[in-house]
C-alpha cells in the first residue's frame, strides 16, 4: 500500500525537522534536496525514510551541525577534504561541485572526502554534474554489511556507485547501484512488513543462505554479481575509504549504531569536462543515437521493452513530480514517528 505525497510538502516537513533539530538552513535544504529527489526517482530506501536517524545522529552529536568542507590537500585537479563530520549528503553535493569547478578549469576533476557520514542516493550527486553538461561519478564507502564473497561474515559496505551522463534530447544515462544484492534498508522494510526475502539475497550468522529477514540482520548481505561485485565493492572501499584517508570496512560506524560516533564514511566525486574530449554537441547526439538504438532493439521474452539506465527513475520522476509522489506505508509511518519526537504535523497525503 501506498499513499501521494506532494514534493512540496515533504520538503517543507523534512527541511523544518531538520533545522528544529539544530541544521543550518543550507545543509538541511541540501540534504532535504537529496532526500525528496530519492523519492521522486521512487528509491525510496534512500528518500524521506532516513530523516529520522539523520535527527537522532544530530541530536547525540555524530553529525556536526557546524561543520565546513575543510581543504586537505589541493593539486589543482585534484583535492582532498575533510567533512568535519557533517551531513554526508550536505558535503559530498560541495566535494560534486568543487569537482565540477575543477573540471571546468582542468578537465577532469577528483575530489576526495573523509570523515562524513551517509550521503544518501549517489544519482543525484552524479547528476548535478550531468546539470553543468559534465560526466558525474560518485562512489562512497558504507558501514560493514556485506560478506565478501566466499566469507560468512560481514565485512564491507554496501558501497555504492553512480555515474552520471549527459545526453542532448534524450534524458540523460544514470547509473546507481549498490555492491550488495539490495540495500540493507530492504531487508529491514521485509522484516517491518513481516515478509520473507529472496534466497540469495543474504546470510545468517553461521554463514548459510536465508529467506528470513531477522536471520539476515544478524548475518550478513551478499554482493551482486558472486566475486565479482565482491570485487567491485573492495575496491570502492579502498578508493573512498583508504585513498581519502578515512574509515574503511567494519571501522566505520553504523548508520543506525553507535549513535554518538561519527560514522567516518569515505566518497570520491569524480567530474569529467566533456568539451575536454570534443565538441559537446557531437557527444550528446552520439549519446542520444545510442539510446534510441538499445532502446529501439526488440524485447525478450517476458519485457516489454529495453531500457535504459536510470530511465525508469526518470519516468518516475515525471510522474510523481506531477501526481505526487506514493510513498509505502513504512515510509509514512516513519515520517508520523518523525513529525511526533519532533512536535511537528506530519505531511498529509494528496
Known amino acids: 500500500m501506498s499513499r501521494r505525497f506532494a514534493a512540496s510538502a515533504l520538503h517543507e516537513f523534512v527541511a523544518s525537522a531538520l533545522e528544529r533539530t539544530g541544521a543550518r538552513p543550507e545543509d538541511a535544504g ?3 534536496e537529496g532526500l525528496v529527489a530519492a523519492d521522486l526517482r ?34 589543482g585537479p585534484v583535492a582532498v577534504v575533510d567533512a568535519g563530520a557533517g551531513f554526508g549528503i550536505a558535503m559530498a553535493a560541495r566535494a560534486m561541485d568543487l569537482a565540477a569547478d575543477r573540471a571546468a578549469a582542468h578537465g577532469a576533476g577528483f575530489v576526495g572526502v573523509r570523515n562524513s557520514n551517509h550521503c544518501g542516493m549517489l544519482a543525484w550527486l552524479a547528476m548535478r554534474a550531468v546539470a553543468l553538461g559534465m560526466v558525474g561519478v560518485a562512489i562512497s564507502n558504507a558501514d560493514s554489511q556485506v560478506a565478501p564473497w566466499g566469507a560468512r561474515t560481514k565485512y564491507l559496505g554496501t558501497n555504492p556507485l553512480a555515474i552520471g551522463v549527459p545526453a542532448g534530447e534524450e534524458p540523460p544515462l544514470v547509473l546507481d547501484m549498490a555492491t550488495s544484492v539490495v540495500p540493507h534498508s530492504r531487508i529491514q522494510a ?13 546470510l545468517d550468522s553461521k554463514g548459510r543462505a536465508t529467506t528470513d529477514p531477522a536471520a539476515a540482520l544478524c548475518g550478513a548481505l551478499l554482493p551482486f554479481g558472486g566475486p ?39 566518497h570520491l566525486m569524480l567530474a569529467l569536462s566533456v568539451e575536454a574530449f570534443g565538441p559537446k554537441a557531437k557527444f550528446a547526439a552520439r549519446v542520444d543515437n545510442l539510446i534510441r538504438e538499445v532502446r529501439s532493439l526488440p524485447p525478450a521474452e517476458g519485457y516489454d521493452r529495453v531500457y535504459l539506465p536510470g530511465e525508469r527513475e526518470h519516468l518516475s520522476m515525471l510522474d510523481y513530480s506531477r501526481n505526487g509522489i506514493p510513498l509505502p506505508d513504512h515510509v509514512v509511518e ?17
Open 334 to 350: 516513519a515520517t508520523e514517528r518523525l513529525a511526533a519526537e519532533a512536535g511537528m504535523d506530519a505531511p498529509q497525503p494528496l
Open 190 to 202: 521485509a522484516e517491518a512488513r513481516g515478509e520473507q526475502i529472496e534466497s540469495g539475497w543474504a
Open 30 to 32: 541540501l540534504v532535504t
Open 228 to 266: 565479482k561485485g565482491s570485487g567491485v565493492s573492495f575496491m570502492i572501499d579502498v578508493l573512498a575509504g583508504l585513498l581519502t584517508g578515512a574509515l574503511s570496512g567494519p571501522a566505520i560506524a553504523p548508520l543506525y549504531e553507535q549513535l554518538d560516533r561519527p560514522q567516518g564514511v569515505g
Open 42 to 75: 521512487g528509491v525510496h530506501t534512500h528518500g524521506v525514510l532516513r530523516a529520522g536517524i539523520y535527527v537522532t545522529r544530530l541530536r547525540a552529536g555524530s553529525i556536526n551541525a557546524d561543520a565546513s568542507l575543510s581543504v586537505v590537500a589541493d593539486t
